[in-house]
């Protein structure tokens, strides 16, 4: 389990962004996925509890099924970002086909340039075409809350073992992260501002 992304991938793929340098105690709490009709209500509820604010990389189709949970999000003061269209993973997507798909998206996204490819996954060729546009937006902690084999409690370790002033937490707004949710989210946003972060959305 990777759960922080190692020093060298990083230096190699520099043009993404990884992590924030941080001179405060910021960090971006990000969710992938979604807008979905019971998770995302979820989510924001326990955001606006906590009375924070995060990111939200979307899929296309999801705004298009459930265009009013778009505007929850938008309305309670969060960021919407580009997750493309329909998630495709660019490892086995034709180079013009992926970046037609996140261009789809991006109608939905006239605030932000900010792109994160579905399962982390992005060839060369698709790199090169789409940071002429896009901040590609990757993360420096993987809460894996997407795993039905790990406990919650691991998932929660995961994030406060390994986030440090800068971090960009990835957690997931569907339905195989919603009882990992459940029971973790409230707590670790509580945990974390306990130890002194800032949540940002600014990037």
Known sequence: MIVKPPKFVQRILKSFIW???EDNNNIWLTFDDGPD???????????????????FFLVGEQINKYPEILDMILNDGHIIANHSYSHKNGWFTNSKSYVNDVEK???????NNLFRPPYGKITPIQTRTLEKKYKIVL??????DFSEKIKPEKIKENIM??????SIIVLHNNHKSYNNLKL?????IKEL???????????
Not at 139 to 144: H, K, Q, R
Not at 184 to 188: A, E, R, S, V
Not at 193 to 203: D, H
């Open 105 to 111: 998206c991006q109608v939905f996204m006239p605030e």
């Open 193 to 203: 501002k306990q130890k002194g972060f800032n949540f940002s959305t600014t990037w």
């Open 161 to 166: 073992k390994n986030t440090t002033k800068g």
């Open 19 to 21: 992590r924030h340098n």
């Open 37 to 55: 009709s019971k998770v995302t209500p979820f989510i924001l509820q326990i955001l606006k509890n906590q009375q924070i604010k995060a990111t």
């Open 184 to 188: 973790i989210l409230h707590q670790t």
């Open 139 to 144: 993360w420096d902690v993987l809460s894996y």
